[in-house]
T-cell receptor
Framework: RKEVEQDPGPFNVPEGATVAFNCTYS??????FFWYRQDCRKEPKLLMS???SGNEDGRFTAQLNRASQYISLLIRDSKLSDSATYLC???????????FGKGTTLSVSS | EPEVTQTPSHQVTQMGQEVILRCVPI?????FYWYRQILGQKVEFLVS????????KSEIFDDQFSVERPDGSNFTLKIRSTKLEDSAMYFC?????????????FGAGSRLTVL
């Protein structure tokens, strides 16, 4: 089983749509969870950390289900600028590194 | 906003040559990382570095790779004898401490092309 698995997409949605991304991870001992965003040929940038109780940052909501080893990201009211690849990230077995999923590509059109 | 800087932005080299990629992490950060991303593939962990030694490394980080912090500001990745398959974007990252959560800040990357 891959360490972090994501649906690669692409997700093609119109402006204003709500879109959800899912991610599963294999290391049941993982303690740190994140969503990063990567624009084409750019570095990954932190979108938000994911907390056990779930958390929201504006139009973005992240959820964590430790029992199912599942993480989600919900984007409401999609903007053109949300077009990017969204990376699900968890800490490594040893804990010092972050392991990335392959990413889910989102394309928002007008 | 503090940033991680990397040089060069792009390097072209011949197979078998040595390459050194340089990074200046954020000044108050204590953990340093190298990742790579082959075109069209995922971001892959190579190595983490703390207190002047490797904390963790992946299977990719074999004897051809080494890291060093030669002074108080630079963090380097050396590839001793490059292969075609080393062509990738190499990202340096740093974090304050690997606490909860361990937030990494990435540099813009160094694109390595091996011919």
């Amino acid at each position: 089983r891959k360490e972090v698995e994501q649906d690669p997409g692409p997700f093609n949605v119109p402006e204003g749509a709500t879109v959800a991304f899912n991610c599963t991870y294999s290391n049941s001992a993982s303690q740190s969870f994140f969503w990063y965003r990567q624009d084409c040929r750019k570095e990954p940038k932190l979108l938000m950390s994911v907390y056990s109780s779930g958390n929201e940052d504006g139009r973005f909501t992240a959820q964590l289900n430790r029992a199912s080893q599942y993480i989600s990201l919900l984007i409401r009211d999609s903007k053109l600028s949300d077009s990017a690849t969204y990376l699900c990230v968890v800490n490594s077995q040893a804990g010092t590194a972050l392991i990335f999923g392959k990413g889910t590509t989102l394309s928002v059109s007008s | 906003e503090p940033e991680v800087t990397q040089t060069p932005s792009h390097q072209v080299t011949q197979m078998g040559q040595e390459v050194i990629l340089r990074c200046v992490p954020i000044s108050n950060h204590l953990y340093f990382y190298w990742y790579r991303q082959i075109l069209g593939q995922k971001v892959e962990f190579l190595v983490s570095f703390y207190n002047n030694e490797i904390s963790e490394k992946s299977e990719i980080f074999d004897d051809q790779f080494s890291v060093e912090r030669p002074d108080g500001s630079n963090f380097t990745l050396k590839i001793r004898s490059t292969k075609l398959e080393d062509s990738a974007m190499y990202f340096c990252a740093s974090s304050e401490v690997p606490g909860e959560p361990n937030v990494l800040t990435f540099g813009a990357g160094s694109r390595l092309t091996v011919l």
